[in-house]
């Protein structure tokens, strides 16, 4: 049997880019036990400050994507088992769900999730309690994301540092909505959630936010979801409620330019009046052809009127583009810089995320890259050190990458969608107070609740006088 205060650690290495760390607050605000989310883009995290709690760990959760993040994972896996030789490794997150057996080869992992992780892993933390064996790699079927409750962000230390930095003064990442529908040959989703999809209903998602804004004094909200419109239905209804609700936030969110072409003059205008800012697309190309091989199911003309939609209602659309498709000719690219450029003198709101395309696992494109000469990394360790600004693929040129560069520079890549007027955050007091009762009882699982009632309502008014 463990010994009491033995805690669960979750990691996750590497940047953040100011998002919260999504994945490790899903897996801790389900798990039962005491846990420890210890974030690799906290300013000066000590991993020596953790060591006792290192040492006594049930076992460490390690969350990672294809990449560079895969280095620092190993890096990081490294130094726990320097101090806790016996501690078992729980990898999961992107890259080891789509490379389970490879991921399982390394000497610094223990067990692999495949997919989501969350029932997974506190059946795994579980059996590891009660002295039980399990399979190196589980895998569960997909689970309705509503099932989840919404993240107690009281298991994160110091959120003012996942205040995305260049968003706005005050944005936060959420994450309320997983898988899609959509068959993008380039992107892995599918192989991960097969073509499922589910969130937290939306009334979660306002409660979420209108607690951060009494709490954290945030103005903004940028949504990390697969595809936050996917049901127009609920991405709508969001809006709706935070018009109902009186809630001032700025926000913004991925989408697809074939769900927001179809929306009526009225959802526009209430989008803009909801304080929808910006509104990030995959683009993609310039030229039907490679629109066609990735299966976006839009057309140049489309990603157009999205973007002339957006100006007219005063919302930043975000074009992330790419650029050395499998496939693609010399005048398909020159079809993307030309729509760039149109962006660039039509709609001037507009920001530009362009990319080399990058083959990864499990896409159908990458099988398609490994006919055509890609080399595949061998290991987990190879896959480390897949950089995105390299060319990974054989067809990519120098001459590619440096238009590439300059093009980039001629965009901002993010703009400011802060509220401007701070005074509208001021609370009134005792509303706050019946406010934070019912919050409170909510979301912290792990504390004393009137302690933890006393702690908020002393900060808010602190902050507020
Ligand atoms: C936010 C985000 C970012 C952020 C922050 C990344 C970070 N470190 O957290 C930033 C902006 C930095 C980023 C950058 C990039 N990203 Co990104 N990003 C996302 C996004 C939208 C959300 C990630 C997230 O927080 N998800 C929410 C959590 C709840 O879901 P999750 O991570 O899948 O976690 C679940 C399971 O995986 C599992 N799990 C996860 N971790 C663990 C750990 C353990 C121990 C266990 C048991 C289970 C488990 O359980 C979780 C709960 O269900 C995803 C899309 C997505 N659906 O996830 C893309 C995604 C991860 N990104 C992707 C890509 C390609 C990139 C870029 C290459 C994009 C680009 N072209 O610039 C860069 C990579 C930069 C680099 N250095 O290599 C791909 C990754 C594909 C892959 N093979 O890894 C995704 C999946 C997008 C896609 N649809 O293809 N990204
Ligand atoms: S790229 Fe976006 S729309 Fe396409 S499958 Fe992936 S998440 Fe869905």
Redesign the pocket.
């Known amino acids: 049997m463990f010994k009491k205060g033995k805690k669960v650690i979750l990691i996750r290495a590497g940047g953040s880019h100011g998002r919260l760390p999504h994945a490790l607050l899903s897996l801790a605000t389900n798990l039962d036990n005491e846990v420890l989310i210890l974030d690799e883009a906290t300013p000066g995290l000590v991993w020596r400050k953790h060591r006792d709690e290192i040492k006594n760990a049930i076992c460490v959760g390690i969350s990672t994507i294809t990449g560079t993040y895969i280095k620092s994972s190993l890096e990081v896996a490294q130094v726990i088992r320097s101090i806790n030789p016996g501690v078992p490794l729980i990898w999961g997150g992107w890259h080891p769900s789509l490379k389970p057996e490879q991921t399982l080869e390394n000497e610094y992992v223990d067990k692999v999730i495949v997919g989501q992780g969350e029932q997974a892993f506190c059946d795994i933390v579980e059996s590891l309690k009660n002295g039980k064996k399990t399979d190196d790699i589980i895998a569960y079927e997909y689970i309705d994301k509503s099932k989840f409750p919404v993240y107690n962000f009281d298991l994160i230390r110091n959120m003012e540092r996942y205040i995305i930095p260049y968003v706005s003064p005050r944005t936060i990442s959420l994450y309320t909505q997983q898988g899609?529908p959509?068959?993008?040959k380039?992107?892995a989703?599918?192989s991960v959630y097969g073509r499922k999809y589910s969130g937290w209903c939306i009334e979660s998602v306002v409660d979420l936010i209108d607690y951060s804004v009494g709490r954290y004094f945030i103005d903004g909200v940028h949504f990390d979801d697969?595809?936050f419109f996917i049901g127009k239905k609920r991405a709508l209804e969001f809006a709706n409620q935070l018009l109902r609700s009186n809630i001032k936030i700025n926000w913004s969110s991925?989408t697809?330019i074939d769900v927001l072409c179809n929306l009526e003059t009225e959802e526009w205008e209430m989008l803009d009046r909801s304080g929808c800012k910006r509104l990030l697309v995959?683009a993609e190309s310039g030229a039907q052809a490679t629109l066609d091989r990735l299966n976006k199911g839009i057309t140049p003309e489309m990603i157009l009127e999205f973007g002339n939609l957006c100006h007219r209602f005063n919302i930043i659309p975000s074009f992330s583009m790419m650029v050395g498709v499998p496939g693609e000719t010399q005048e398909d690219i020159e079809e993307t810089f030309k729509l760039i450029d149109t962006f660039r003198e039509k709609i001037p709101a507009s920001e530009l995320l362009l990319f080399l395309y990058t083959p990864y696992p499990g896409t159908p494109l990458f099988d398609l890259s490994l006919k055509m000469g890609f080399e595949e990394p061998g290991s987990l360790k190879d896959w480390g050190e897949f950089y995105l600004d390299v060319p990974t693929v054989p067809w990519i040129d120098d001459k590619l990458i440096e238009r590439i560069r300059k093009y980039k520079k001629m965009f901002a890549r993010s703009r400011d969608i802060s509220l401007k007027n701070k005074r509208r955050f001021r609370i009134k007091p005792l509303l706050y107070i019946h406010k934070i009762q019912k919050l409170v009882s909510k979301f912290s699982k792990v504390e004393n609740k009137r302690e933890a009632l006393l702690r908020y309502s002393k900060k808010k008014f602190f902050k507020t006088k």
Do not use: P, S
């Open positions: 899609c959509f068959g993008c380039f992107c989703i599918n697969d595809n991925d697809r995959g």
